[in-house]
């Protein structure tokens, strides 16, 4: 890519499995794009390092290519070398583009680190961003995809993750991070999970075998790149045994789709003969240890070893007559690097040594000998195990270049295999955590009866049961919920869940509710609560609002924004304009009229269901017993009346002194609430300050006849159709005549 131009080319490979992509970004989306790959390494040009930097990609995962490598020509050349095609255009590819120059620099740093040995890279994809859902960083962080809030492995992947193979591991973590957005796609990964889920046998029986299979991705990539070990053909020789099980095991399901997936994988009986017939059952790792090829395959070979062995039990022979010739019971045959095999005798028996002996070394407690006959048969045995090593090394090597003609149907085999891994991994974690199928559709309508929280409903302590919630979105009548309730009541569980759910629904899974009905979603959005990035010398309001801005930039009809506690990072006044803005905003303009729950602990927002058509409030319902508040985590209908807040204050170990001058300071201001409005024109305010003289009440105040004119300007508004700006003004507006005068 480069800075000066608004998209960025980019190209991702896994010299591991040989997937090689490109694609172009705009500036705004390359974070995203990034996180999504989850890059180990990133090549790039000298001046966009720095905006790697600025997004968390530190210095040692960013290495810089010479401007000469991204040159057009260069880059499209060096690809059309190694794909050996004329143009790039069968790959479906336009060869203008900027994520061309990426890729042939990719292939170029390729060639040149992994000595050129990358012949499992034999085809270049165009990256669809339109394919699949955006998440951004916000939002993989905030639905904890796959870490937990405190950045260890856990989260939601921990939950769903019952896949039996390394392959299906990598495929289940890049499917949760670009979930789908085509419907068809999405239908068909549901059926055959919902095929497994029905027929527990065809699982039980699949999921064993899988457990078989081994890493097939990387012991392939080894094979193509001439690294693979003799263990590695066994493996791999194992892995394609299973795979006419894994056929039958899919050939005895009910559904006709699952049934269909044992087509899907190619037969390769011969490699598993060719295999079976040159090496032993349990190959070691090293060639160098020897004993790797079958006996019977080489008959040279056979001669060789019969040799060797041969060899060994005729020193077994020499020691034993010479031991009865000098009446030396102790005799050793040994063997060092220096001068071979050797006979030792301890010093004791040194005086019985006959005349044929020649002494070559003097240890503490024994001398070592040779004799004529011993370096004769020496030279044969030496002779053979060399010839062996060298014949070995030839067989094995003959094998691994014949084996790497079947690379692409055991590549094509080893996708099958992470994918029906990842299938019927979902199948299983729906059995088990009473997952269900979501029904999906092209409209907007999100309705989830009784939803869970995946990961939050098993972290509780036993006995414990998760309190499910019901979620009803839609752009035509219930666009934007107001969620009110207590900070610890559980607003952010029910934005996170419904977040998961959709989620999950567009990965193919089942997900955690009574019943599911889920409109396609193109983007989720996230804004929850304080957990920023402060680090970066930001303010919370400013990452706060940083945030929001890209929602409201980025949002569209089909996207669903989940805002937890926007406005916190500020002033109360200020934060309540900027939360009710917000909702008026995404309220009335039809292009980013998106889907909405917003979390807030602002009850003033609750106004807005009065005003706004498509606004609904909800509440967390919590209950007082014994002037103790006890969180149910239901959600129902209706706004909050009453702040918590102190409760919480309390369960979190606040001194109770302190908590009882808040329930007087919250008392007085709740009686002032009822009384202002009255007709009375003495009402007097709270008791704020302890032993404090009289106060004037607002209206005392109000009969000053400098403010006479302030009143009228105020008496003459309508509150009701203000928006939350103009009162801002205004307010400004006043407080600078009140200050002139």
């Not at 990609?57 to 057009?72: A, C, H, K, M, N």
């Not at 079947?406 to 009473?434: C, G, H, Y």
């Amino acid at each position: 890519g480069n800075k000066r131009r608004i998209r960025f080319g980019v190209s991702f490979a896994d010299a591991s499995t040989g997937e090689f992509k490109l694609t172009e970004v705009d500036a705004a989306d390359l974070e995203n794009l990034l996180r999504g790959i989850g890059p180990a390494e990133i090549l790039c040009t000298r001046p966009i390092r720095v905006d790697l930097e600025a997004m968390g990609y530190p210095r040692q995962v960013t290495s810089i290519l010479e401007d000469w490598v991204f040159g057009e020509e260069y880059a499209r050349s060096t690809l059309t070398d190694h794909f050996d095609v004329h143009s790039l255009k069968g790959f479906g590819v336009d060869e203008g583009s900027a994520g061309v120059t990426a890729a042939g620099a990719l292939m170029h740093y390729l060639q040149e680190t992994q000595k050129g040995s990358i012949p499992h890279v034999r085809r270049i994809e165009v990256y669809d961003e339109s394919e699949y859902m955006s998440l951004d960083v916000q939002t993989l962080r905030n639905l904890e995809l796959l870490a937990s809030s405190s950045g260890e492995e856990g989260g939601l992947v921990t939950i769903i993750d019952e896949t039996r193979t390394p392959m299906g591991a990598r495929m289940l973590r890049s499917w949760l991070v670009r979930p789908l957005r085509d419907l068809d796609r999405i239908v068909k990964r549901q059926t055959i999970v919902d095929g497994f889920h029905s027929s527990r046998e065809t699982r039980d029986v699949l999921r064993s075998e899988l457990a078989e299979v081994g890493d097939l991705e990387r012991i392939s990539v080894r094979i193509c790149t001439g690294r693979a070990t003799p263990r590695d053909l066994g493996g791999l020789k194992r892995a394609c045994e299973v795979l006419p099980k894994v056929v039958d095991a899919l050939e005895g399901a009910d559904k006709k789709e699952v049934k269909a997936l044992a087509e899907r994988l190619i037969p390769v009986t011969e490699l598993v003969a060719l295999i079976t017939e040159t090496l032993v059952d349990e190959p070691g790792t090293s060639l160098k240890d020897g004993g790797v090829i079958r006996a019977g395959y080489s008959a040279e070979l056979d001669e060789l070893r019969a040799l060797s062995s041969g060899g060994k039990q005729w020193l077994e022979q020499l020691k034993e007559t010479e031991s009865a010739k000098t009446g030396i019971p102790s005799l050793k045959i040994g063997f060092n690097r220096v001068f071979g095999y050797y006979l030792e005798v301890t010093n004791v028996h040194k005086d019985k040594v006959p005349e044929h002996f020649i002494r070559k070394q003097t240890l503490v407690n024994a001398e070592r000998y040779i004799t004529p006959e011993l370096k004769e048969y020496e030279d044969k045995i030496l002779g053979a195990e060399e010839h062996i090593s060298q014949l070995e090394g030839d067989l094995f090597h003959e094998l691994r270049d014949n084996v790497a003609g079947f690379t692409e149907d055991v590549f094509s085999n080893a996708k099958e295999i992470a994918r029906l891994d990842v299938l019927s991994s979902l199948a299983e974690v729906a059995v088990r955590n009473r997952f269900v199928r979501p029904l999906m559709h092209s409209g907007t309508d999100l309705e989830i009866e009784d939803g869970r929280h995946p990961v939050v409903e098993q972290s509780l302590p036993p006995g414990e049961p998760f309190i499910p919630n019901s979620t009803k979105l839609n752009t035509e009548t219930e666009q934007i919920l107001i969620v009110t309730g207590p900070n610890m009541a559980g607003k952010s569980v029910v934005l996170r869940q419904v977040g998961l759910v959709v989620l999950l629904a567009q990965i193919g899974s089942f997900v955690p509710a009574k019943r599911a009905r889920v409109g396609l979603v193109d983007r989720i959005f996230t804004r929850v609560g304080a957990s920023d990035n402060l680090s970066a010398g930001e303010s919370t309001f400013l990452v706060e609002m940083n945030e929001t801005a890209n929602i409201l930039n980025n949002a569209s009809p089909q996207s669903l924004i989940l805002l937890d506690e926007v406005g916190r990072g500020t002033s109360t006044f200020d934060g309540l304009s900027i939360a009710w803005a917000l909702v008026e905003y995404l309220h009335g303009n039809s292009d980013v009229a998106a889907r909405t729950l917003f979390a807030t602990h602002y009850h003033e927002l609750n106004e807005l269901e009065n005003r706004l058509e498509r606004v609904r409030n909800y509440r967390i319902l919590v209950q007082e017993h014994n002037g103790r508040v006890v969180f149910l985590r239901k959600m129902v209908k209706g706004g909050a009346d009453h702040s918590y807040g102190i409760e919480v204050a309390r369960m979190a170990g606040l001194p109770a002194s302190l908590l009882d001058r808040s329930r007087q300071i919250l008392n007085q201001l709740e009686q002032q609430e009822l009384e202002v409005g009255t007709k009375t024109t003495q009402t007097p305010q709270p008791d704020l300050v302890k032993d404090s003289g009289p106060q004037m009440s607002l209206f005392e105040l109000a009969a000053d006849p400098n403010l006479q004119e302030v009143g009228e300007i105020i008496a003459a508004l309508d509150p009701d159709v203000m928006t939350p700006m103009e009162a801002l003004l205004l307010l400004s507006r006043l407080h600078h005549k009140i200050s002139d005068e």
